[in-house]
């Protein structure tokens, strides 16, 4: 239903989103290298390190030949998996978008270890959800859900530009395209949950980020966009008040004595109120 394209949300702890950008960078390049590798090769790694509930749950074993990392790494591994460029594209671009911010609030170890726990938590609701399922999971969506929840929780009033339908782009407050978007991913669970799509997995990611969110911001960064005294608004509202002439030695000249002061007293102005591979690979699309 809509793409984000950017959004003007200036960064205020950190010079620049280095986890972001790695991250993004790892997923090109191990998607880079897995289209560069003969199928067979592709298909080892997407079975080795790819998430596969039966095997997480022990239903089922994996054949030991495709076994590449410890099972319960591919909670996280299978994240930098994908299944086409346009897959890859599509969850890097959501990351692009809104992952700086995400960070700027954490900070970045903070921040690269929400997304590794979004990206766990999808897989395991992935897993509950299909329990038998020897599939293998791949796609960074459960971990960039869960930063697109992060980024709900903490600027939902911000401009964000968005195509919509593939065709208009318009500035819209975060909130309508995000919550549309979340929205979407639960009803999408309950009513297509045989699809390749791994619904699961986004709103795993969702949970997560959403919860995660308030315990790993910053001390002093808000929700929701709540209002904060910028320098800015303090400067202003103090040239608002009026302040009576005084004389040479410190005191105020008769006949000066401002409203609602009693000469000799002290002034108290109002303060404002502060404002795949074989048949179903799973694709964390």
């Known amino acids: 239903m809509f793409i984000p394209l950017h959004d003007r949300n200036a960064l ?3 010079r620049r989103q280095y986890v972001t950008l790695g991250l993004i960078l790892a997923n090109v390049v191990t998607h880079a290298l897995a289209t560069l590798a003969p199928e067979a090769l592709y298909e080892i ?21 495709l076994v590449l990392v410890p099972e319960s790494a591919t909670y996280v591994t299978y994240s930098f998996l994908h299944g086409s460029w346009l897959h890859l594209g599509s969850n890097m671009l959501f990351l692009w978008v809104f ?46 859900s869960g930063v ?6 903490l600027h939902p009033k911000v ?9 208009f782009p318009l500035p819209l407050p975060a909130f309508i395209p ?36 308030l315990f790993l911001r910053r001390p002093g960064v808000p929700l929701f966009d709540r209002a904060i005294v910028t320098p800015r608004a303090v400067e202003h509202e103090a040239a608002s008040v009026d302040v009576a002439p005084v004389g040479p030695w410190g005191q ?22 502060a404002q795949p591979v074989r048949k179903v690979t799973h694709w964390g699309r």
């Open 159 to 167: 401009r964000v530009w968005v195509l919509v339908f593939m065709r």
């Open 12 to 14: 205020k702890h950190i």
């Open 148 to 153: 697109v929840a992060a980024y709900l929780m």
């Open 99 to 144: 992952g700086d911010n995400v960070e700027d609030a954490m900070g970045h170890f903070k921040f690269l270890f929400f997304y590794l726990a979004c990206a766990a938590a999808g897989a395991l609701l992935h897993g509950l959800v299909m329990p038998a399922s020897q599939a293998p999971l791949i796609g960074a969506s459960g971990a960039v």
């Open 45 to 65: 790694g997407v079975y080795g390190m790819g998430f596969i509930p039966a095997v997480a749950f022990d239903i089922a074993e994996l054949d030991p030949r």
């Open 252 to 273: 105020r000249p008769a006949g000066n004595v401002p409203d609602g002061e009693a000469a000799g007293g002290a002034l108290h102005p109002e303060t404002p109120a």
């Open 178 to 213: 995000l919550l549309f978007w979340v929205g979407q991913q639960f009803v999408m669970l309950v009513i297509d949950g045989g699809s390749n799509v791994s619904w699961g997995a986004h709103v795993g990611g969702i949970l997560a980020g959403a919860l995660l969110v």
